[in-house]
């Protein structure tokens, strides 16, 4: 069932619309019924919140904002309105924490809403499409008015990921002038209710040969400003080894499972010492699919050593969105078919990345009193082909498929549907 058809048929009739709409108010207050308890109940789905350890069949109800009641079998009449989600998944809003949404400005920018929010994601985080020059910009254009929460890492660069395309392979830092340290610093202060940390992008093609420099720099500046740092690795000039050894607690691989050189194994197929230690220390293992940084062969050979992604994102992107990426669900429905469970899966890309970043951490869960952000998926089951970033190929039996998102309380439609509030 396709999700302009799962909201038809879950909404029809669900409202209770008074009868008593033209009559005096007196006589309106005696005869219409009781206000309902909550403004919107889904009921009858499966529960998936790994962050409240549940899987299980369970009705989740919403009063304003925030998650009101999580029950088995709430009546449907102390609802105002009914999302019937019988035999489909209900987990919270899923957090992707690298997509590039900069539409228009940042060659990889492409629209957030039918991207992310329609898609079950009611978080995302843009990873460094804009440096301390073109900031004010996303913010302006992007984040004030997109339906889905956006927060942002900011490029070291400060004209951000505004150069490198398909016609044009040169990357923001070729020129280290561009790393501007204080600049970056004083942006995140100016934006700190969306700027959750830095990024930095090593490729030798965005960061030449002084990747280390470009990284120090990062680093510095997510220091000063008290945050976390975001390290996209892959075919830099440096040892990842001599990368990882830089990093701090709290700090996030990103491209982590991706094929070739400047990945995380040896070239006998063994995940770094460095990583393995610097996983143990606190650095965040984050997935980034994107165009050409996600390989299911490395992911096979890591899997198999025990060692497993703390978040799963999409980078989705301009290049990407079409296919193999398309968004966060396929994402996640690759690595079920790896092996993860559905609970570890759906874990990676909610209550896992909602720990990662100080501002993330009241999301993620469907706990009562939390943030109503709710993803409703079918769970499909037959032959589906996925590919990775490299044209490698897997048939998978289950795939996850949005059907309805709820961010705040409020229904929403996809892309091609009209965006409802209830």
Request: net charge neutral; hydrophobic share 40%; with cysteine.
């Amino acid at each position: 069932m396709h999700r302009r058809n799962f909201l038809r048929r879950s909404l029809a009739g669900a409202a209770v619309v008074s009868q008593f709409g033209a009559v005096g108010d007196g006589l309106l207050r005696a005869q219409a019924p009781p206000r309902p308890e909550y403004d919107l109940l889904i009921k009858g789905g499966r529960l998936v919140d790994p962050a409240q350890n549940i899987s299980a069949r369970l009705d989740v109800a919403t009063k304003g904002s925030k998650v009101a009641r999580v029950a088995a079998d709430i009546p449907a009449d102390s609802a105002r309105h009914v999302l019937d989600a019988t035999g489909h998944l209900v987990t919270p809003g899923l957090i992707d924490i690298h997509v590039h949404v900069y539409d228009g400005v940042a060659p990889l920018g492409i629209p957030a809403d039918p991207n992310c929010i329609a898609k079950g994601v009611t978080t995302a985080v843009d990873a460094g499409s804009a440096g301390a020059h073109t900031f004010p910009g996303l913010r302006k254009y992007v984040i004030n008015v997109a339906d889905t929460r956006i927060f942002a890492l900011l490029n070291i660069s400060v004209i951000g990921q505004s150069t490198l395309s398909g016609e044009n392979a040169w990357g923001e830092l070729l020129d280290l002038r561009y790393a501007n340290v204080e600049l970056a610093a004083k942006t995140i202060e100016r934006h700190r209710d969306v700027i959750l940390g830095m990024k930095v992008r090593l490729t030798r093609n965005i960061a030449g040969d002084h990747d280390l420099e470009a990284l120090r720099r990062a680093r510095e500046a997510a220091e000063a400003a008290g945050t976390p740092l975001m390290v996209h690795i892959g075919g830099q000039a440096s040892p990842t080894q001599t990368v990882v050894k830089m990093l701090r607690p709290g700090d996030v691989i990103t491209h982590s499972f991706r094929g070739g050189e400047g990945g995380i194994l040896t070239s006998d197929g063994r995940v770094f010492e460095e990583v393995l230690e610097a996983v143990s220390n606190g650095i965040h293992l984050d997935i980034g699919h994107g165009a050409g940084s996600f390989s299911f062969d490395t992911a096979e050979r890591v899997l198999a050593q025990g060692l497993k992604p703390g978040t799963i994102s999409s980078d989705v992107h301009q290049f990407n969105v079409h296919g193999p990426v398309f968004d966060l669900a396929t994402t996640l429905s690759k690595f079920m078919h790896l092996g993860l469970s559905l609970e570890e899966t759906i874990a990676r890309a909610t209550s896992n990345p909602s720990q990662v970043f100080g501002k993330l951490h009241e999301l993620g869960t469907l706990k009562e009193g939390a943030e109503a952000d709710v993803a409703i998926f079918a769970l499909d089951e037959g032959k589906f082909e996925f590919t990775d970033a490299l044209g490698a190929r897997r048939t998978g039996s289950r795939k996850l498929r949005p059907l309805a998102t709820v961010k705040g309380g409020s229904l929403y439609g996809d892309a091609t549907f009209p965006i409802e509030r209830l």
